[in-house]
C-alpha cells in the first residue's frame, strides 16, 4: 500500500473486529506461540516473528468454523498471537539469568509473572501513544508488518498459504514427536579428531527448527552466525587447547565442548558487549530522530474522528503507564526490601523504558522488527542498571552482592520486555493501519495478547528447566546440589540442556560486576576481535551470537541460508535462463513468491518442533518417557543424520513447490550452487589494476 492508498478496508465500513470467537482463538494461538518461541529462544538464542504463521493459522481456524469471517477478525487474532511471541522473547533472555547466577534454583512464576506484565503492558501503552506519529505522519514502512498485510489479504482473495503451513505444523510436530519423544535418532551428531598436536571438530544439531531459521534470516545472516561458529571452534578452541592442554573427558568432543564452555565462550561475551553498544552508537541519528520525533505533539486533527484513526484516549494511556510504574516499585520493593532502591529502580525503568520503546519502535519501523537491535538495547540498560544499583545498593545501603544481582536483573528484565513487546506492537498496528482496523480495538487485542502471553511464560519456562534444565551452568549446579544431599547420582544430562545463550550472557556480565567472576583476558579478546569486525564492516552481533553458540547449532542455520539461496537461485534461472546479469522484475517476483512460501513453511516447521518440545517436556516432568514405553532404541549417529536430510529434503519439496513451472530442479539447484562458488573464489583473487 502506497501513503496514497487508502486502507483495504474503508474507514466507512465497520465489519465483525473484536469479536468472541476472535478472543478465543487468539488467546489459544497465543498460548501456543508463546511457549513454542519460549521453546526456541531458549534453544537457539533466537525467536522467529509469529505475525504471518498466526494470520494464516487464524485464517484456516476461523473459516473451517464459521462462513462470515473479515479479514479485521483475522487481523486481529494474529496481533494477540504474535504480542505474546515478542514478550517470550524479552522474558527468556533475562528471567534465566537467575538460574545462571543461582539467585533461584528453580523459576518463580510470581516475579516471571510480575516482569512479564510490568515490562509488556509497559511497552505496549508507550507505543500506543506513538502509533500516529510513527505510522500515519511519518509512515515509516515497517516491512514484517507491510508482509503480515500481503498475507491477510492474500487470504481473503483466496491465497493458497494456509494449507502449506499446516502440512509444515505437522511435518515439524512429526519431527520432534520422533527425536524428542520416542528418541528414534540422536538430537545431535559430532565428532572430533586429533591432528598436528591439536584436535578439530564437525557437529551439526538435527532440528528442523533451525533449519529454518536459517532459511528464515537468509544466506547473509547465516553465514555470519557460522563464521562466528567457525571462529570459535575451528579456530580458537584448537589453538587454546594446543597451547594449554585439553581437559579430561570421556570423549574427544567432550573435551571440545568442555574448553568452548569454560574459555572460549566469554570471547562471545566481549564481542557482543562491544558489538551492542556499538550498534545502538552506529544507529545515533535514527535514535535521536526517533527520540526527537515523539515528543512532537500532532497538530493535525482533521482525520481523528475516521473509525481507522481512534486509538484509545491518550489521557487512559498516560494513567495506566503511571499505574504500571507505582505497581513497578512496589514490586521492587517488595523483592528487595529497600525503598530507596525500588524507588531510584523504579525513576530509572520510567525513564529508560520510554526511551528504549520509542527508540525500538522507531528502528522497526526503518529496518524491521528482525534487525532491531534488542540484545544490544538489552546489554547497554544492564551496565547502566548495574551502574544505579551500584551506587545506590552497595556505596549507601551496603547491600549483598546477591541482593545487588537480584536488583539489577529485575530493574532489566522489565526494561528488556518493554523493549521486545515495543517492535511488535508497531509491526502490528501498521498491519492494521494497511488492512483499515480500528485502532484502539486492536490495542485491546494488543493488551489481551500481552496478558495471555505474561500468564503462560512463566510455567512454560519453567516446564523446561524441570525436563531438560535451561543452561549448562543452572544444569551443573543442580546436579551438584542432587549429589551433595546425597540423593544419589546426578538427575540430568547436561549436554541436553537448553543453552539459553542471552541469559547465560547477562548471567555473567551481571555475576563479573559483582562477583568478578568472569574470564576477563577472554572477554577482552573477544571485545577486540568486535572491533576487528567492525573495522572490516561485517555485522558483529551476527558473527558474536555465533561464537557464543556451540558451531553445531550454527550448522543447520547455515543450510537454511544456503536453501535460500538455492531457491531464489533457481527461481531466477527458471525466468531469465542466466545467473550472470541483474534479474529482471519477472525473476525477482519469482524469487519472492518462493521466498513467501519458504518463510510459510519454515514458520509452520519451527512451530510444530518447538510445541512439541514444549509438550515431550510436560511428559518428562510426568515421568513418562515413550522411547522406554514402546521400547525404541536410538538409531545410529549416521541413521540419524540420513532421518534429518529426508526431512530436509520434505523441506525443499515444499518450498519450491512455489517455482514457475517447467525447470529441473536439480540442475538448477547445481547451476545456482556453482555459480556462486565461483563468485565466492573471484571476489578472493586480487584484482589486476
Not at 523459576?107 to 510490568?118: C, K, Q, S
Request: aromatic content about 10%; proline content about 3%; hydrophobic content about 55%.
Amino acid at each position: 500500500m502506497s501513503a496514497q492508498e487508502g486502507p483495504y478496508i474503508p474507514a466507512d465500513q465497520e465489519p465483525k473486529e473484536l469479536t468472541l470467537r476472535v478472543l478465543v482463538v487468539g488467546v489459544l494461538l497465543g498460548i501456543l506461540m508463546t511457549a513454542a518461541n519460549a521453546y526456541l529462544g531458549l534453544y537457539a538464542g533466537m525467536t522467529v516473528s509469529a505475525s504471518i504463521p498466526a494470520a494464516v493459522m487464524s485464517m484456516l481456524i476461523l473459516r473451517s468454523l464459521f462462513k462470515d469471517v473479515s479479514i479485521l477478525e483475522n487481523n486481529a487474532v494474529q496481533t494477540m498471537a504474535s504480542a505474546g511471541e515478542s514478550l517470550a522473547a524479552g522474558v527468556i533472555f533475562t528471567v534465566p539469568a537467575m538460574l545462571v547466577i543461582g539467585i533461584w534454583v528453580d523459576i518463580e512464576w510470581f516475579p516471571t509473572l510480575a516482569i512479564a506484565l510490568l515490562g509488556g503492558l509497559l511497552g505496549t501503552m508507550f507505543t500506543i501513544a506513538l502509533r500516529r506519529l510513527f505510522i500515519v505522519e511519518e509512515a515509516l514502512p515497517y516491512p514484517e508488518g507491510v508482509a503480515c498485510r500481503e498475507v491477510l489479504v492474500a487470504g481473503e482473495e483466496g491465497g493458497s498459504g494456509a494449507l502449506a503451513i499446516v502440512y509444515a505444523l505437522g511435518i515439524g510436530a512429526l519431527y520432534g514427536l520422533m527425536v524428542k519423544g520416542f528418541k528414534v535418532t540422536h538430537h545431535s551428531a559430532e565428532t572430533a579428531f586429533e591432528i598436528l598436536k591439536t584436535r578439530m571438530y564437525a557437529g551439526i544439531d538435527l532440528s528442523v527448527a533451525l533449519l529454518s531459521v536459517g532459511f528464515i534470516v537468509g544466506i547473509r545472516i547465516a553465514s555470519f552466525i557460522f563464521l562466528g561458529g567457525i571462529i570459535g571452534f575451528a579456530i580458537l578452541v584448537p589453538l587454546f587447547g594446543y597451547l594449554n592442554g585439553w581437559p579430561e573427558s570421556d570423549t574427544l568432543a567432550g573435551g571440545f565442548d568442555k574448553l568452548w564452555l569454560e574459555q572460549v565462550r566469554y570471547v562471545g561475551v566481549g564481542a557482543m558487549v562491544v558489538g551492542g553498544i556499538y550498534t545502538l552508537w552506529s544507529m545515533r541519528k535514527t535514535i535521536l530522530t526517533g527520540l526527537k520525533k515523539s515528543f512532537v505533539q500532532s497538530e493535525s486533527d482533521s482525520e481523528l474522528h475516521l473509525r481507522t484513526e481512534k486509538d484509545l484516549p491518550l489521557t487512559y494511556v498516560t494513567v495506566v503507564c503511571g499505574v504500571l510504574i507505582v505497581l513497578t516499585f512496589f514490586f521492587y520493593w517488595y523483592i528487595t526490601g529497600s525503598l530507596l532502591l525500588s524507588l531510584s529502580g523504579a525513576l530509572f525503568l520510567a525513564l529508560v523504558a520510554f526511551f528504549f520503546a520509542a527508540v525500538a519502535g522507531y528502528i522497526a519501523g526503518v529496518v524491521g522488527s528482525s534487525n532491531s537491535p534488542v540484545s544490544g538495547m538489552t546489554i547497554a540498560t544492564l551496565l547502566f542498571t548495574v551502574g544505579l544499583v551500584w551506587i545506590v545498593g552497595s556505596l549507601i545501603l551496603d547491600l549483598s552482592q546477591t541482593e545487588l544481582m537480584y536488583a539489577t536483573l529485575l530493574i532489566a528484565a522489565v526494561v528488556a520486555s518493554s523493549a521486545a513487546i515495543a517492535g511488535d506492537v508497531m509491526q502490528d498496528l501498521k498491519t492494521g493501519h494497511m488492512v483499515g482496523a480500528t485502532p484502539w480495538r486492536q490495542q485491546i487485542a494488543e493488551i489481551v495478547g500481552v496478558i495471555t502471553g505474561a500468564f503462560v511464560i512463566g510455567p512454560t519456562i519453567a516446564l523446561l528447566h524441570n525436563a531438560f534444565q535451561i543452561s549448562s551452568t543452572a544444569c551443573l549446579a543442580t546436579n551438584d546440589r542432587i549429589v551433595a544431599s546425597n540423593s544419589g547420582e546426578p538427575l540430568y544430562d547436561c549436554s541436553e540442556a537448553l543453552f539459553a545463550p542471552q541469559a547465560e550472557l547477562i548471567g555473567a556480565i551481571v555475576k563479573g560486576a559483582f562477583v568478578g567472576d568472569m574470564n576477563l583476558p577472554m572477554v577482552f579478546l573477544g571485545a577486540a576481535l568486535a572491533v576487528v569486525l567492525i573495522r572490516l564492516s561485517m555485522p558483529v552481533m551476527s558473527v558474536a551470537i555465533g561464537i557464543y553458540l556451540p558451531l553445531k547449532l550454527s550448522v543447520p542455520i547455515m543450510i537454511g541460508g544456503i536453501l535460500s539461496s538455492l531457491a531464489m537461485g533457481a527461481a531466477h534461472l527458471r525466468i531469465d535462463g542466466t545467473l550472470d546479469r541483474k534479474p529482471s522484475k519477472e525473476a525477482q517476483a519469482a524469487a519472492s513468491e518462493v521466498e513467501s512460501r519458504g518463510v510459510l513453511i519454515g514458520a509452520g516447521f519451527i512451530a510444530g518442533e518447538s510445541i512439541l518440545g514444549v509438550l515431550i517436556a510436560v511428559l518428562i516432568v510426568l515421568n513418562i518417557n515413550l522411547d522406554e514405553i514402546f521400547g525404541i532404541h536410538e538409531l545410529s549417529q549416521m541413521f540419524s543424520l540420513l532421518f534429518f536430510a529426508w526431512f530436509v529434503g520434505v523441506f525443499i519439496w515444499l518450498a519450491t513447490r512455489a517455482l514457475p513451472e517447467g525447470g529441473n530442479l536439480g540442475r538448477e539447484i547445481f547451476t545456482t550452487a556453482s555459480h556462486s562458488i565461483k563468485k565466492f573464489a573471484r571476489s578472493l583473487m586480487p584484482r589486476s589494476k
